[in-house]
């Protein structure tokens, strides 16, 4: 089997719950960064037009959340049940919302839009909040059950590009706060962020955050 490949601008976006996925769990992988002949060489190969891309041998994957399930099915990491694959799927869905809100005001609205969506925060971290308390194991940072699974990279990266746009918005949240320490804490996402790759990564690509 050959190694996986992340096809990506060099950005954390819609790549980096894949890489901590990768980090953590010891799964090497080759980044091709893809911002050079991105319109010339690298858009007309991809199915929507659009990267993230996971390669594995044959299988050119795109869309973020289906390299995630799909990484999750094949390294165990999509809970112990249906239950639990159901709930997963779920916060993965509930995350991609937050997360087109997110992307939309750094994209579209920053200088106007970014003080609203601030204000709205709790509103939108509350049922992930609820949802770990119910179904998760927060100091370990397990969201759903007692077990790793892939949600938990989106979480943690949802979380973490929040508390850099509003540093203080976990602090009324409990679980959430306890779950992004855990996650913040593991050996592989801690060695990870450390690097100069991860560093040197913006977190959006033009470069608001
Ligand atoms: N639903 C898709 C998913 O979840 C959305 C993917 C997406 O929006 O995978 N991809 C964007 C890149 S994410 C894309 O491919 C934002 C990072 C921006 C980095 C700089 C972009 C420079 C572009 C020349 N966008 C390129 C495109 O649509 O042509």
Redesign the pocket.
């Known amino acids: 089997m050959g190694k996986y490949q992340l096809i990506y601008?060099n950005?954390r976006?819609?790549g980096e719950a894949t890489r901590y996925l990768f980090k953590d769990n010891g799964i090497d992988y080759d980044e091709v960064n893809c911002?050079e002949n991105?319109?010339k060489e690298w858009?007309s190969q991809m199915a929507?037009?659009?990267?993230?891309c996971l390669k594995d041998n044959d299988l050119s994957l795109?869309?973020?959340?289906a390299i995630l399930r799909y990484l999750g099915r094949k390294h165990g990491l999509y809970g112990s049940n249906e239950e639990e694959a159901a709930y997963i799927d779920m916060i993965t869905e509930g995350i991609e919302d937050l997360r087109v809100k997110y992307v939309t005001m750094i994209y579209k609205n920053y200088e106007n839009g970014k003080e609203p969506y601030v204000a709205d925060l709790p509103k939108q971290l509350l049922p992930f909040e609820k949802l770990v308390t119910k179904h998760g194991d927060d100091k370990s940072g397990f969201s759903v059950g007692n077990k790793r699974s892939f949600v938990d990279y989106a979480l943690f990266d949802l979380l973490d590009i929040n508390v850099v746009l509003a540093p203080n918005c976990l602090d009324d949240f409990p679980a959430l706060s306890a779950f992004y320490k855990a996650i913040l804490n593991r050996p592989g996402i801690a060695a990870y962020r450390e690097t100069e790759a991860f560093k040197e990564r913006t977190i959006?690509?033009n470069g608001k955050q």
């Open positions: 601008f950005v976006g819609r911002r991105w319109a858009k929507f037009g659009q990267t993230p795109v869309q973020s959340n959006n690509g």
